[in-house]
Nanobody, 121 residues
Framework: QVQLMESGGGLVQAGGSLRLSCAAS????????MGWYRQALGKQRELVAT???????NYANSVKGRFTISRDNAKNTAYLQMNSLKPEDTAVYYC???????????????WGQGTQVTVSS
């Protein structure tokens, strides 16, 4: 079973920083795109940032200049550095990988279980 495992969430004051990590299970060989999405209570899930295997990144306007996505292809791990956090960043953050190559074959999409980020004012 292919899995993504997030870590690094927690409670932080406004203006603070957190770093999220997303590690792929050992049976995942590679993936083309990895991204972070978030879902606040009562709202739809929204894109935060994505990165391709070649390093192309994309950010939601609401996080540009504050969040940075990166990945370590050798470790099949992605990171989301979040600075200058605001209360409106409070949400469950999900890791997502697209076009995954694994020991089980090709998997078009994989989601992590989510990690809670809470920003207090």
């Amino acid at each position: 079973q292919v899995q993504l495992m997030e870590s690094g969430g927690g409670l932080v004051q406004a203006g603070g920083s957190l770093r999220l990590s997303c590690a792929a299970s050992a049976n995942i060989f590679s993936f083309v795109t990895m991204g972070w999405y978030r879902q606040a209570l009562g709202k739809q899930r929204e894109l935060v940032a994505t990165t391709t295997r070649t390093g192309t990144t994309n950010y939601a306007n609401s996080v540009k200049g504050r969040f940075t996505i990166s990945r370590d292809n050798a470790k099949n791990t992605a990171y989301l550095q979040m600075n200058s956090l605001k209360p409106e960043d409070t949400a469950v953050y999900y890791c997502h990988a697209e076009r995954v190559s694994s020991s089980s074959g090709y998997v078009p999409s994989v989601w992590g279980q989510g990690t809670q980020v809470t920003v207090s004012s």
